[in-house]
């Protein structure tokens, strides 16, 4: 097996854990969410500095977001 398989293949497994990591914590780092919603980071900057999206800040540093009102406002607008 050559190298780059190797390391493609070892991605693919960090990738894998990653997202179900994220389906089982109730609280997700700023990383994580940006994951469960599949959007740039600058986007999700966007949202929590606008307050379109519910997150937390405990310490005023780090943003935390809580995994179902995460996926509850990820749902809000349905489209028929």
């Given amino acids: ?3 780059k398989l190797i390391i493609r293949k ?3 497994i960090e990738a894998m854990l990653q997202q179900k990591n994220i389906i089982t914590k109730d609280v997700l780092t700023f990383n994580e ?22 997150h937390y800040c405990p310490q005023g540093k ?16 349905l489209i028929k």
């Fill in 1 to 3: 097996m050559n190298e």
């Fill in 10 to 12: 070892l991605d693919n």
């Fill in 33 to 54: 969410a940006a994951l469960l919603l599949d959007v740039s980071h600058s986007h999700l900057y966007k949202l929590t500095s606008t307050k379109q999206i519910p």
């Fill in 62 to 77: 780090k943003l935390y977001f809580d995994r179902e009102e995460t996926i509850k406002w990820m749902k809000k607008n």
